[in-house]
Structure formats: C-alpha cells, structure tokens
C-alpha cells in the first residue's frame, strides 16, 4: 500500500519514516512539502522517485499517481480540513493527524468529501489498535478488580518555541486541550465505552509570559460519565503541555 505523505515536520521526518521501514504492507511512495531542499533530501534518503515529489501548489496531481493508495496529512491542525478535502476529490484514501480539525464544522466537511469520492477517512489515533491498552479496556468493562470510580489522567508536552505553530491559534486552533488534552479525553471514552453527561474545566496561562499570547498554557477538566463515574485531566502545551482528565 503507497503513501504520500503531507509535511516533512518533526513527526514525519523522526517518526513516521524510519517506521514504515518496519511495515510488511505499507511504504512511502510521495512526498508532499513546502521546502524543495527537504524535498528532495528525504526523497533521496527514502529512494521515492524524483516525480513523486510535489509542493502544496502541486498537491492535487497526486490523483495522477498510481502508486499513491492513501494520503497521510501531517500539518498544521488548521490546514488537515483542505488537504483531506483535496485528498479525497483525487481519489485517495486518508489517514489525517490528530486531531481531526478546528471546528466540528470542518470535521463534517472532511467526512461528507470523502463520502462522496467513496474514500476512507481516519484520523491517526493508535490506542485503539495496541495491545495493552486494548487489554486494560477489558479488564475496566468486565470489572475484573471491582466497577471503575474514578480515572485520572495527564499529558504534557514540550514547546519553547513562540513562533511554533502550536503556539498560533490560527494554526493550532488551542493549545493544551485540543493538542494534548485529547489524549486523556480519548483514552477515557476509549476505556469507558460511553460518552460523559457533565464536563466543567478551566485554563491557565502565566501572565506575560510570550508563549501563550494566543492559547492555553494549562487546561484541567473534569468529566462526569453516566453511573456516578468521574474522569479528570490535565493537559499543558509549555514548555510543559499538561493534560488530565479525571
């Protein structure tokens, strides 16, 4: 199965890359990037065909490229609804990062595009598929040590950066929450199988501090699921990104 994938940023390049070269049935077969040094660097490194190397202005020509099965998007989280969008009308499939988008609106549009090019659209959440984590599901539905009362969890992140595109809400729509918090939110849908009735939360951001002109530095929330069962988080997206849910 071919890949193009979309953003040669930290993830694709320290990540996603090195394992395809574990993967018996999937491999990069298109690059997609901004930057023609990049490019063309990478596309060296991976052996993927000089011809297989497009710029954002050239994106759509993918629909021309046998080899390309499904379009992995790896960019901002402002910019995953166009290019899932653009995917779908070439006539590929779509694995699109998390989270899925900035707004539900966006959401609904991605979903409807890839409906109608009868395409597959998923968004990069592997919990789902990991052993472990499939495991502690079992034991928390089944009751195996007693019924679940209470989960908390926590996620932060590294971002010293001001001129990330995390740190712009044009670009990252948020901060701690929709970046990092969505881990503990869905872990917890995840492990629980229900959704929750109840959520109140609050931010934090240290004053003057340049990292957070625009988003969160701290969110915490709790979340209330049906049976008297709490969930807390904690997200941060700082030099810390913080995330729990309790």
Not at 175 to 196: Q, V, W
Request: with cysteine.
């Amino acid at each position: 199965m071919g890949y193009a994938l979309v953003g040669l940023g930290h993830l694709t390049l320290e990540e996603l890359l090195p394992a395809f070269g574990e993967c018996k049935k999937s491999k990069p077969v298109a690059l997609v990037s901004g930057s023609p040094e990049k490019l063309k660097k990478v596309a060296q490194q991976y052996g993927i065909k000089p011809e297989s190397c497009y710029s954002y202005e050239d994106y759509d020509k993918l629909k021309d490229n046998a080899e390309v099965k499904v379009i992995y998007i790896v960019l901002p989280n402002s910019m995953h609804a166009e290019y899932t969008i653009r995917g779908a009308q070439a006539g590929k499939h779509i694995l699109c990062e998390k989270p899925m988008a900035n707004s539900a609106a966006e959401c609904e549009a991605m979903i409807a595009a890839c409906k109608k090019a009868n395409r597959k659209l998923m968004i990069a959440y592997r919990i789902q598929y990991e052993p472990y984590n499939r495991l502690v599901r079992k034991m928390v539905r089944e009751n195996k040590w007693g019924k679940t009362k209470y989960i908390q969890a926590q996620n932060s992140q590294s971002s010293a950066n001001p001129d990330h595109w995390r740190h712009k809400k044009a670009l990252a729509g948020g901060g701690a929450l929709p970046d990092i918090g969505l881990y503990c939110l869905n872990t917890s849908r995840f492990l629980l199988g229900t959704e929750p009735t109840e959520v109140f939360g609050y931010s934090y951001s240290t004053p003057g501090n340049p990292l957070f002109k625009e988003v969160e530095e701290v969110m915490s929330w709790q979340m209330r699921f049906p049976g008297a069962f709490w969930s807390t988080a904690s997200p941060t997206t700082t030099p810390t990104t913080r995330a729990s849910t309790a």
